[in-house]
């Protein structure tokens, strides 16, 4: 039977990497495989990519993305692959969930869970309450703690508390911290 599996962490935790490896798992076998990440991210504009330097193309989606139709075009596909998962609306969600019910066919997203103010992003939310399987993929802190936010900086390095909740960065801008540094600033 297949599922909706959402596999979140914070930053860091090495999710695109598991996409990646997982996609090449279903290919070295001959089977299809449909790649997806968010349009918003525009860090690697249609590529997934690894902070290990693993990288490949990628279909980007957006919230116009009409995943029913754009998937019923595929025949044969053995597994749908989702990075940056957190940026799908949540009728997004709804309508992978019902996909994976009704072709059989196994939706695996990758995303993170809250932001930088420990929020919700739909996607995720949605993930959460839909997704047949969750699985926390682990990163720590630079205490060594299990990290389970991500704290925004400035261009100085000062925490950053207000502001959009999406703002594209990566290590320069985010860190994955563990709830004490996430609350007090320190560990």
Do not use: W
Request: hydrophobic share 40%; charged share 25%; proline share 3%.
């Amino acid at each position: 039977m297949a599922k909706l599996y959402f596999r979140y962490a914070a930053m860091n935790a090495g999710k695109s990497t598991a996409l990646l490896q997982v996609a090449h798992n279903y290919e070295e076998r001959d089977q299809r495989v449909a790649l997806f990440t968010a349009a918003i991210d525009t860090r690697g504009h249609g590529r997934i990519t690894s902070r290990l330097g693993v990288a490949r193309d990628a279909e980007l989606f957006d919230a116009t993305t009409d995943f029913p139709s754009l998937l019923a075009s595929r025949p044969g596909l053995a597994c749908v692959l989702i990075d940056e998962a957190q940026f799908l609306s949540e009728a997004q969600v709804v309508d992978l969930h019902r996909y994976a019910h009704v072709s059989g066919v196994p939706v695996i997203a990758y995303g993170i869970r809250s932001d930088f103010q420990g929020k919700a992003f739909p996607g995720s939310r949605a993930l959460l309450t839909l997704a047949d399987d969750l699985e926390e993929m682990k990163t720590v802190c630079r205490c060594g703690r299990k990290a389970t936010f991500n704290m925004r900086h400035d261009a100085s390095g000062r925490r950053v508390t207000e502001g959009a909740q999406v703002e594209i960065g990566g290590n320069d801008r985010y860190e994955a911290v563990c709830p004490r540094r996430f609350y007090t600033g320190s560990c």
